[in-house]
């Protein structure tokens, strides 16, 4: 799955020479939390996110009248207070790689450039995560096989075609690495609903060792 499968199209964004007062606004009208900031060139110069505005207007325990308050935010400049040298990716980067730098970073979202580098959408935690709930099946009344699996080719091979050879619909397939050097820990979700569970049998028959079985939706 790549970026621009899961990214915000139509982004909205705010010039870096923009006011707080300005960007508040443009928050509440578009109800978002997070705004690319560009340049004059509409090239990506920052991000600046609602927690940003928070830490830049004066305190609820502060004196000021609401007037004064919006004063203030409009004597800020966006520059002044976005987080520069923001991180972005491409549309057809990898959705591992995008999660990958979102938690290595601890960021929550990433803009998106096309092949010219100009902004073609964000990507947000929220939309990575709805991703993987929908490669993990999560959405679907379906079960789900987590078995210890040898990190050696063919084995994901071998688990498939005895799905296969029941007619079984194989509706997502994720590994991971085990806390058992040189194991792989692999969840198929699969929908059962026809062929009973007699597929988890046969998987432990041949030498897996299943460690987990869930059916339904998440809750």
Do not use: W
């Amino acid at each position: 799955m790549l970026v621009k499968d899961i990214m915000t199209v139509n982004v909205v964004t705010i010039n870096q020479n923009q006011t707080l007062l300005e960007l508040q606004g443009l928050m509440s009208d578009d109800n978002i939390r997070r705004v690319p900031v560009v340049n004059d060139a509409g090239m990506v110069v920052g991000i600046i996110t609602d927690k940003d505005v928070r830490m830049a207007s004066p305190s609820e325990a502060s004196t000021l009248s609401r007037y004064e308050a919006s004063y203030l935010l409009s004597r800020i400049k966006v520059k002044d207070v976005m987080t520069h040298n923001v991180k972005t990716v491409y549309n057809n980067a990898d959705l591992a790689d995008v999660a990958s730098l979102m938690y290595q970073d601890q960021i929550n979202s990433v803009p998106v450039l096309n092949e010219e580098n100009n902004l073609c959408g964000i990507v947000t935690d929220t939309d990575v995560f709805r991703a993987l709930v929908d490669i993990f099946g999560l959405g679907q009344h379906a079960t789900r096989i987590t078995i210890d699996a040898s990190d050696k080719p063919g084995v994901l091979a071998e688990v498939a075609k005895m799905f296969a050879d029941q007619g079984i619909n194989i509706l997502s397939c994720v590994t991971s690495g085990a806390k058992t050097p040189g194991e792989k820990e692999m969840t198929i979700t699969a929908d059962l609903s026809q062929s009973g569970m007699g597929i988890i049998e046969e998987i432990r028959e041949a030498g897996f060792n299943v460690t987990n079985i869930s059916t339904g939706r998440a809750k």
